[in-house]
């Protein structure tokens, strides 16, 4: 912790490592919340909060900015909470633990948080200066964005009075983003009906996928990935019809907007299919091998024995559990459209995010994106009738817009104008397929012009999320400079 607090630039890294300290899931952000508003109180400045937990924190304008444009810069205080089998984490108590390692800070088995702490911590440090010249700021510290943007959605129209707003939410230090995708969740649900059974030699056994890289469902979900639920029902699907495996549970994947990297479940079967079972695990693990080394090159499907006592475990319904089997197979993922008008731009994808089927409820969740708003609730029918086919009742809900690409204007050119200048590179200005903040807040602020940019973070919403230290130094000189020139 003591090199990172050493690293330039200190106000930004002194920052972040004290936000590391707090813990703020989503949904659970109390005491993240309390950390911002001290903030604020700590430097004398009015701060206020919301009732739906945004806080905004109000500097007055420095240097000969007195005159400039008011501006809104704007993080998230959220983050994805993630972390590798057999990490031990409390993550409503323990800080995260960092190191550096080779140019970039990680966590040790957790999710780093730099989406989207780096943004709150370039926040921060700015409050906090004495010698940037800047002009008057909002800074806005938005709540629950990994989990349905409701702070965004919440925000009261008129609470913001800056003309221009500096989203530090973007993963690649030589992108301008200026639009992103909207999204919906998709919740699909059924009522599981189980049965005993009759078997003269009576084995359980727990099959694992695990190793798979995970990631962010929307800035990693062109990249192919392997997705945990959706290739577990596929191995179930085989071992159901070549081996008469019946199912016990399912539990895979857990936050809508991160990739499942694992998923488990329990099936039963007679001894006299072992051979056919085994022969087909083998045969699947093989299989699925070939497919994903180049996106998963870790992936592994195992299989233990489980113990029982007393009776023989109930089982799904067979005629249930092939079209439950069936339905999570048969959900799409990933890419489903790319955009027609902007080139390699992902502009529909759906994630199967969490498969729990325990007791006698089974749940499976969605996360669906696109940039249209008609494809989105589309893919979202599509995904409802097939699951309903199966038996389940879904509903949506969290949906959110996109934000419409917006190239041009006084601050997108300004930003682009500044870059070229300080880095002798044009940079790459387009939207992104995650889900940003600015499309709502834009609704709620007609006529703000808003960007958005950040240093290089990788892995994001996974164990190995990482933010590289050379482009944090980069990203705030771009930063200092941009304050420097808005008038």
């Not at 233990?304 to 249930?320: H, K, L, Y």
């Not at 992902?346 to 708003?373: D, F, H, W």
Request: proline share 4%; aromatic share 6%.
């Amino acid at each position: 912790m003591n090199d990172i607090l050493n690293l330039e630039p200190r106000g930004v890294w002194e920052a972040f490592s004290e936000l590391n300290e707090v813990p703020r899931p989503s949904k659970r952000e109390e005491k993240v919340q309390a950390f911002a508003m001290e903030i604020g109180r700590s430097l004398g400045l009015p701060t206020d909060r919301d009732e739906v937990g945004n806080i905004k924190i109000t500097k007055p304008a420095t240097g000969d900015k007195k005159n400039a444009s008011p501006i809104v810069v704007q993080a998230h205080l959220d983050m994805v909470c993630q972390m590798n089998d057999g990490t031990k984490h409390n993550w409503d108590e323990d800080g995260i633990s960092m190191f550096i390692d080779d140019g970039w800070v990680k966590a040790r088995g957790t999710t780093l948080g730099a989406d989207n702490g780096i943004g709150v911590a370039f926040a921060i440090a700015l409050l906090r200066s004495k010698n940037y010249s800047h002009p008057a700021l909002e800074v806005l510290f938005t709540s629950d964005e990994e989990t349905g943007m409701t702070g965004a959605l919440g925000l009261n129209q008129g609470w913001l009075k800056g003309k221009y707003l500096l989203n530090i939410d973007t993963e690649d230090d030589t992108e301008l983003t200026i639009g992103c995708a909207g999204g919906i969740d998709v919740s699909s649900f059924m009522k599981v009906n189980r049965r005993s059974v009759l078997i003269e030699d009576p084995v359980v056994y727990e099959i694992s996928i695990s190793g798979l890289t995970g990631g962010h469902s929307g800035m990693d979900i062109h990249l192919g990935l392997g997705n945990a639920n959706v290739l577990l029902a596929r191995v179930l699907r085989e071992i159901e019809k070549k081996s008469c495996a019946l199912l016990i549970d399912f539990d895979g994947g857990n936050l809508r907007n991160a990739i499942p990297r694992e998923a488990n479940s329990k099936i039963l079967l007679d001894k006299s299919h072992l051979e056919s079972f085994t022969n087909c695990i083998d045969g699947q693990a093989k299989e699925l091998e070939v497919e994903l080394k180049t996106t998963d090159p870790n992936f592994r499907l195992t299989v233990s024995e489980a113990s029982f006592e007393g009776d023989i475990p109930e089982v799904i319904d067979p005629e249930q559990q092939q079209k439950l089997i069936s339905a999570i197979a048969g959900c799409p993922i990933g890419i489903i459209r790319m955009s027609p008008e902007v080139m390699g731009l992902v502009q529909t994808s759906n994630n199967v995010a969490r498969v729990r089927v325990i007791g006698k409820e089974a749940e499976v969740l969605c996360l669906t994106r696109s940039s249209s708003e008609s494809e989105k609730i589309d893919c979202a029918n599509r995904i409802a009738g097939n699951m309903k086919m199966a038996g389940f009742v879904t509903s949506f809900s969290g949906n959110y817009p996109g934000w419409e690409p917006a190239p041009s204007g006084y601050l997108a050119d300004l930003m682009k104008k500044t870059y070229i200048e300080i880095f002798n590179e044009k940079p790459n200005v387009n939207a992104c397929h995650a889900g940003l903040e600015c499309g709502i807040i834009g609704e709620r602020s007609p006529g703000m012009e808003m960007t958005s940019f950040g240093p290089n973070i990788r892995g994001a919403h996974s164990p190995d999320e990482r933010v590289e230290i050379i482009s944090v130094q980069k990203s705030w000189k771009y930063f200092l400079e941009i304050l420097k020139r808005i008038e």
